[in-house]
């Protein structure tokens, strides 16, 4: 009689402890499993950003850092307004009066650091059959990302009143002043001695030097 209370309280107890067990492994398989994930040693990223997405670099990020790291072979070409300050004429040896033109600039070089480039230039003051410039070696500092100096040493050149262009007058020297507008755009001031020694088809010779001031727009491939 003992032995049949037994069986019949096993067969009674069985289901219930299976139904509890099945409840509990449910519960356990709902909790989500999340991984650790250790840091790398000697980083100081926090645990948390790990695995985090990288944030997008934006266009004007991507000007900058294009514009702050120069490296490589440049070109620039600029356009602006010039005067001209004789200091004597083929006929008379006497300062003229100033002279508006057009200043026109182009040049090629090589960026040897980040901060500095050197090449080639030149600069053209034109008003009428009048040209007034020189071509020579050129230097280019950037002092900041925006702004830069520049300096020239070359021979001059002109044109006589028959339209022939005459060199000589070595040397002569500019220096200039920029700023960076962004995108390769930059306003510059130029100041310019060119020297010109030649003679001209009337038999004189043009030997005073003459100054040019030039403030014009420009295009830098960095």
Known sequence: MGRARTLIAVLLLTPLIASAQSAHDAKDDSVPQTESVPPQAGSDTPQSEVGAPEKPVTSAETETNAETDKRGFTVEASVGVSVLLERSSPYVYEQSDPIPGLALAFGVGYFVSPGAAVGLRATDFSWGTTNVGFVGAHAQFWLRPSVWLGTG??????????????????????????????????????????????????????????????????????
């Open 153 to 222: 040493i070359g021979a001059g050149f002109i044109t006589d009143w028959g339209g022939v262009y005459r060199f000589g007058g070595f040397p002569s020297i500019d220096a200039r002043l920029g700023y960076a507008l962004g995108r390769g755009l930059d306003v510059s001031l130029e100041i310019a001695r060119v020297g010109v020694l030649g003679p001209f088809s009337d038999g004189y010779l043009f030997g005073e030097p003459s100054y040019l001031v030039n403030v014009a727009l420009g295009y830098q491939r960095l």
